[in-house]
């Protein structure tokens, strides 16, 4: 595998993923009893953004730094406050004039956001990056980090004996035919798991293959699936990241409402042109 996440720690993407996360995991927390995550691909849980390879492509200050700087709007800021809790833990030195050292992966925000009878399932297989997370999570007898595959981890971990959870699916998307993969592995693990949250990350690049990938997505006929997609140029080209987007089947009844007003107020801090453009709508509804 040749994708470095240490080179794009921070950006948009990791904003509007992790922020999709910590909602979904606060909602979760509003029952007394104990939820699951899981995360299909973990990476290192924790990124230095002052390291050769976040400094080589400085896109952490566009992302992170840049929403960090922004003066937003006191609803947006509140719903904002976990996934700044997760930041914060990853700080715990502070952030100083928008500055943050380092960058928290999924796995550490969930570690912050989850309450004790919570617990966390990782799979990493590469195992440098295993290692680094399996140094976050030390400790932390909630949390296991498995050398398993993500792909076999989507079907084969659901449903978990607690019955309630998220299942986050953020791929590094390197090899063809890794949006049918994507569609294929929530069919199946939805028939496994119907009551799950299911949260699957895609870029927007290849606009046939995203295309492609939502028509699969609604065939599948699902019920409650939501998209949301987040475009930071105002013309998509071929040989860059335009945008990204998520796939969020059955959602906290409060995610839709929530991300229009965080991603409305986000959109022109990160977009490259200032404006950005926001979709947050039904690809099947609930029956």
């Not at 921070?10 to 606060?26: E, P, Q, S, W, Y």
């Not at 989850?114 to 195992?127: A, I, K, N």
């Not at 949390?143 to 449903?159: E, T």
């Amino acid at each position: 595998m040749n994708y470095r996440h240490a080179f794009h720690a921070g950006n948009f993407a990791d904003v509007l993923k992790h922020v999709v996360l910590a909602r979904i995991l606060t909602y979760l927390a509003r029952k007394d009893g104990a939820y699951r995550v899981i995360d299909t691909h973990a990476g290192a849980g924790l990124y230095d953004l002052w390291s050769d390879e976040a400094q080589r492509t400085g896109e952490w200050e566009a992302g992170v730094g840049a929403v960090l700087r922004a003066a937003l709007p006191p609803e947006a800021e509140a719903l904002l406050a976990p996934w700044r809790a997760a930041l914060d833990a990853a700080n715990p030195q502070g952030i100083t004039d928008g500055l943050p050292r380092h960058y928290p992966g999924s796995p550490l925000v969930a570690k912050v956001l989850s309450r004790p009878q919570d617990r966390l399932v990782c799979c990493e297989t590469e195992p440098g990056v295993r290692s680094a997370l399996v140094e976050v999570m030390k400790g932390d007898a909630r949390a296991k980090v498995l050398p398993v595959d993500g792909w076999q981890a989507l079907a084969a971990y659901v449903p978990p004996k607690e019955r309630r959870g998220v299942v986050l699916v953020d791929p590094p998307f390197e090899q063809a035919g890794e949006f049918h993969r994507l569609a294929e592995g929530l069919k199946t693990a939805h028939g496994r798991w119907p009551g799950g949250v299911f949260a699957l990350w895609y870029p927007i690049k290849d606009i046939r293959a995203v295309d492609a990938f939502r028509r699969e997505i609604a065939h599948a006929q699902i019920p409650k699936t939501l998209r949301i997609e987040l475009d930071i140029y105002a013309t998509r080209q071929a040989d860059r990241l335009s945008g990204c987007g998520m796939i969020v089947v059955n959602p906290p009844f409060t995610l839709a409402d929530e991300l229009r007003v965080i991603l409305n107020a986000l959109a022109p801090v990160l977009a490259a042109d200032g404006k950005g453009r926001v979709r947050v709508g039904w690809l099947m509804p609930e029956h």
